[in-house]
């Protein structure tokens, strides 16, 4: 059973900039196509950023040009590196893999 755990997370301002780490442990085989979504207070959950075993990536226009996934596959790990925040990225952030959810880590941005 493979598990994910989100890390990173934390308060910025306007225009600053965060890195979020997801980690997978367990039972992985081989590197899979894994993905950010994200849930805003009072909104559904929405996808972010997915990064493809072969390290394609394709982003929501939402964060297209401000938002970066990547992976070390030796670390089985997956990154996404916010910069120019905004305030309506405000939103627990989730990591997913092959149907499996982290738990999940908050980003804030504020002034």
């Known amino acids: 059973q493979v598990q994910l755990m989100e890390s990173g997370g934390g308060w910025a301002q306007p225009g600053g900039s965060l890195r979020l780490s997801c980690a997978a442990s367990g039972s992985i085989v081989s590197p899979n196509s894994m993905g950010w979504y994200r849930q805003a207070p009072g909104k559904q959950r929405e996808w972010v950023a997915t990064i493809n075993a072969d390290r394609s990536t394709i982003y929501a226009n939402s964060v297209k040009g401000r938002f970066t996934i990547s992976r070390d596959n030796a670390k089985n790990t997956v990154y996404l590196q916010m910069n120019s925040l905004k305030r309506e990225d405000t939103a627990v952030y989730y990591c997913?893999?092959?149907?499996?959810w982290g738990q999940g880590t908050l980003v804030t941005v504020s002034s």
């Open positions: 997913m893999r092959a149907g499996i």
